[in-house]
């Protein structure tokens, strides 16, 4: 009775393992949304857009985040999977695009949003867009090597949409605050928490 417990429990156990196994390598190269379908495809579409092609040459290789070791191509691709406000499934993904050969001097950070069509299971570009860095000391990229944004793929919805959103905060930036609760805005100085009270 124990051995057969025993091979059960192993049995299980490889099962186990090998369905988790099947659905890693479904849901990351199969599947529509999957992060290395979604990650190949953006791809390219960077290496086809000729404004890429002119400032970053020909042969234009991806790669997760970087790092200063042995292993400096072999990090994963960051991305993110949340919700919006409709209520749709959204995929976020960042990875570094450079010239493989090296003759472009330009390091480019790609950034890829989806959204998940509702009803239909397919999911639709919102962005992909390319921020261009000139690297500093140690090929490090940061704020001030920032060269300029290329914009390879932005549906008009998503356009619409972060008009709508830089509408809101500028409106909000302007309004009076409620006196009740302060909001760190330049209202809040003049009229401190303490005198709120």
Same mark, same amino acid.
């Given at each position: 009775?124990?051995?057969?417990?025993?091979?059960?429990?192993? =049995?299980?156990? @490889?099962?186990?393992?090998?369905?988790? =196994?099947?659905?890693?390598? /479904?849901?990351?190269?199969?599947?529509?949304?999957?992060?290395?379908?979604?990650?190949?495809? !953006?791809? $390219?579409?960077?290496? +086809?857009?000729?404004?890429?092609?002119?400032?970053?040459?020909?042969?234009?290789?991806?790669? #997760?985040?970087?790092?200063?070791?042995?292993? *400096?191509?072999?990090?994963? =691709?960051?991305? &993110?999977?949340?919700? $919006? +406000?409709?209520? %749709?499934?959204?995929?976020?993904? *960042?990875? /570094?695009?450079?010239?493989?050969?090296?003759?472009?001097?330009?390091?480019?950070?790609?950034?890829?949003?989806?959204?998940? !069509?509702?009803?239909?299971?397919?999911?639709?570009?919102?962005?992909?867009?390319?921020?261009?860095?000139?690297?500093?000391?140690?090929?490090?990229?940061?704020?001030?090597?920032?060269?300029? &944004?290329?914009? @390879?793929?932005?549906? $008009?919805?998503?356009?619409?949409?972060?008009?709508?959103?830089?509408? %809101? *905060?500028?409106? *909000? &930036?302007?309004?009076?605050?409620?006196?009740?609760?302060?909001? #760190? !805005?330049?209202?809040?100085?003049?009229?401190?928490?303490?005198? &709120?009270?």
């Amino acid at each position: 009775l124990a051995s057969t417990a025993g091979n059960v429990l192993i =049995i299980g156990s @490889v099962l186990s393992l090998f369905g988790f =196994i099947m659905y890693t390598l /479904y849901d990351n190269l199969i599947a529509e949304s999957g992060v290395t379908r979604v990650y190949n495809e !953006s791809l $390219d579409l960077l290496r +086809a857009n000729p404004t890429i092609k002119a400032l970053l040459g020909e042969s234009i290789a991806g790669f #997760g985040e970087p790092t200063h070791g042995q292993r *400096q191509r072999q990090r994963a =691709i960051t991305h &993110r999977n949340s919700v $919006d +406000a409709q209520g %749709r499934q959204r995929l976020y993904m *960042q990875y /570094y695009v450079e010239d493989s050969r090296k003759q472009s001097p330009y390091v480019g950070v790609a950034k890829v949003d989806l959204a998940e !069509s509702k009803g239909t299971g397919s999911w639709d570009y919102n962005y992909i867009v390319v921020d261009l860095y000139l690297p500093g000391e140690r090929g490090r990229i940061s704020s001030e090597t920032f060269a300029s &944004r290329v914009e @390879v793929l932005v549906t $008009d919805e998503f356009a619409r949409e972060v008009r709508q959103h830089e509408a %809101r *905060q500028r409106s *909000q &930036r302007f309004a009076v605050p409620d006196r009740a609760s302060p909001d #760190g !805005s330049w209202f809040s100085a003049l009229w401190p928490a303490s005198r &709120r009270k």
